[in-house]
């Protein structure tokens, strides 16, 4: 696509290549150090994602926030100290930074400064390849930066040019920036909406006929892409990163039995999932609000397993989906620390399965389980079609899944999946539930 910012970027006086990050979390008054130490761990991930190593991290628990500041000055220079000690050229804060904040806080350590909002949709501006995708991640990025135009440094543009934020040159051009970003932010929807309108087209076109639809969704690097991969054959993007998949990846497959499904693989959530973001991709996580099942996939090997489920569970009751049934699975369970714990989880969530991707371990059981689940929204039906209405065995096969079907003397004999309601409609040619 266009280079979103190119006018902007043109009138940079001061773009950093930023090398070495010091990370810096804030615990919260409710927080206990052991939480604080992980939201660090993962703060440090998405970093290291993002491109850049932190040399250098620090939890601090402020007495109170300044809201123009955030910290004290008394923090402020601990972290000036710390900063010129290991020579970072850049300040990563694990919370959300006012415009305000984020515009004082580069004055005073005169480095660039960023929140954990930047960080994430830095990595989503980088990981995005499809249209809709780059489409959605740019709104999102301007939408950030339009009240950080007066910002001293431009955002990591070192990186990947157009698509990411910026600075004007400065007070006298800032109207005409701001203007400038209002009109691309306003085309981006346009584009946007013809985007979703074909998606909403091919949604309509799966939907005419009435194939089971499973969205699996997750905390991000729980290992649905391999899930994916490994049920389906597919070759969906795996890496041992965090937000390796944006696009949603849909594949047919056909089950025992003869039953069609459809998997579709979503974008992995986080905690503190910027709401930007969560608006820009809505269509695409519209999957798993109008899937039939949900697989919740759940990384059995961290510590922060809780967290993970709570967080994946509130975006999900954000999307509108919380009344669609979900199927609890823990992955990675042959590593060194979900053996340990697997007790422990397999006591929390009684319901839960328990599987390994990579080592083919559970799979056999989740199949099972999402059959029966299944069964219970479409049961499989052998019909006795009478020779005249060829009209409904066309029908048949256009919007419901075939498992078979013999020529017999009186008509046609077809099995079929049906739904309750569709039962009903044919209660009078059915010979046989089950």
């Known amino acids: ?8 970027e043109e009138r940079d006086i ?11 979390e804030i615990q919260e008054a409710d927080e206990s150090a052991p939480e604080a130490e992980s939201h660090l761990r993962e703060l440090e991930s998405l970093v290291m994602t993002m491109g850049i190593p932190g040399v250098e991290s620090v ?3 402020p007495r109170e926030k300044k809201s ?4 004290g000055k008394g923090k402020l220079e601990e972290i000036a100290d710390l900063a010129a000690e290991v020579q970072a050229d850049l300040l990563v804060f694990d919370t959300d930074l006012t415009p305000t904040q984020q515009r004082n806080l580069e004055r ?12 994430i949709l830095d990595i989503f501006a980088d990981r995005a390849s499809t249209r809709e995708a780059t489409l959605q991640v740019a709104l999102a990025r301007m939408e950030y930066s339009l009240p950080r135009l007066t910002r001293a440094w431009t955002h990591l543009s070192r990186q990947r040019g157009g698509a990411k934020g910026t600075r004007g040159k400065g007070e006298t051009q800032l109207e005409t920036d701001r203007r400038m970003v209002q009109n691309r932010i306003g085309k981006l929807k346009k584009e946007l909406e013809k985007v979703k309108q074909t998606r909403n087209l091919q949604r309509k076109k799966r939907s005419e006929r009435p194939v089971p639809s499973i969205a699996i969704v997750g905390y991000t690097n729980a290992g649905k892409s391999s899930l994916l991969n490994c049920i389906t054959g597919s070759d969906v993007l795996v890496e041992d990163k965090l937000f390796a998949t944006l696009d949603p990846t849909t594949r047919r497959l056909k089950m025992e039995g003869g039953r069609e499904i459809i998997l579709t693989d979503t974008v992995g959530f986080v905690r503190k999932l910027p709401h930007n973001l969560v608006d820009a991709f809505h269509s695409t996580l519209e999957e798993a609000v109008l899937a039939d099942i949900i697989i919740q996939v759940v990384d059995g090997s961290s510590r ?5 489920i709570e967080t994946t569970i509130n975006v999900l009751n954000e999307l509108g989906a919380s009344r669609v049934p979900r199927l609890l699975v823990f992955n990675k369970m042959d590593l060194g620390d979900a053996v340990s714990q697997r007790q422990e989880l397999e006591i929390a969530y009684p319901d839960a399965l328990f599987i ?3 080592g083919e371990l559970g799979l056999k059981e989740l199949e099972e389980t999402v059959g029966k689940a299944l069964d219970e929204m479409q049961q499989l ?17 256009r919007t419901s899944t075939v498992a078979g079907e013999d020529y017999v003397d009186e008509g046609v004999l077809i099995q079929v999946w049906l739904t309750g309601r569709d039962r009903n409609q044919l209660n009078q040619y059915i010979r046989k539930e089950g």
């Not at 696509?1 to 902007?8: G, H």
């Not at 001061?14 to 810096?24: D, F, M, Q, Y």
């Not at 123009?68 to 910290?71: D, S, Y």
């Not at 039906?381 to 096969?397: E, G, K, M």
Request: proline share 2%; with cysteine.
């Open 68 to 71: 123009g500041w955030l910290l």
């Open 1 to 8: 696509m266009d280079n979103i910012f190119v006018e902007l």
């Open 14 to 24: 001061l773009s950093l290549k930023c090398e070495r990050a010091l990370l810096i």
């Open 381 to 397: 039906t052998t019909l006795l079609i009478p020779s005249d209405r060829w009209d409904l065995v066309a029908q048949l096969h």
């Open 108 to 119: 005073h350590f005169n480095l660039c400064v960023i929140d954990r909002q930047e960080v």
């Open 304 to 308: 922060e397993y809780k967290s993970h």
């Open 59 to 61: 939890v601090i628990k």
């Open 356 to 358: 390994s991707v990579r």
